[in-house]
């Protein structure tokens, strides 16, 4: 069973920058897919990033802002975020699933591993 653990979540100025990170409990992660993932209250979870051996994927909303990254020595995932708008105040999750040699999903019910969220929060 796969365990993940977020954090760097804040609370910060419009403009500002945060960095996620999501650290997995075992050490394989080269052959999952990895997925940012945010939610607010009253909307579904929606796809923020993802990325695999081969690619990165981003929302529209946040392409050219965030970045999507992985250390596998440290069996962590990282969301580098710039540029913050209060349109991104959210909870964020990290996901995972084991796919190997196949591009990544982009539908919350095709990740069977979730981390227990980070809240962060952009002010005007």
């Known amino acids: 069973q796969v365990q993940l653990v977020e954090s760097g979540g804040d609370s910060v100025q419009a403009g500002g920058s945060l960095r996620l990170s999501c650290t997995a409990s075992?050490?394989?992660?080269?052959?999952?897919?990895m997925a940012w993932f945010r939610q607010t209250p009253g909307k579904e979870r929606e796809a923020v990033a993802s990325?695999?051996?081969?690619?990165?994927t981003y929302a529209d909303s946040v392409k050219g802002r965030f970045t999507i990254s992985r250390d596998n020595t440290k069996n962590t995932l990282y969301l580098q975020m710039s540029g913050l708008k209060p349109d991104d105040t959210a909870m964020y999750y990290c996901?995972?699933?084991?796919?190997?040699?196949?591009?990544?999903?982009?539908?919350?019910?095709?990740?069977?591993?979730w981390g227990q969220g980070t809240q962060v929060t952009v002010s005007s």
């Open positions: 996901a995972a699933i084991f796919r190997f040699g196949r591009p990544c999903p982009w539908s919350v019910n095709d990740y069977n591993y």
């Open positions: 075992i050490p394989i992660y080269s052959g999952f897919c």
């Open positions: 990325i695999n051996t081969y690619s990165t």
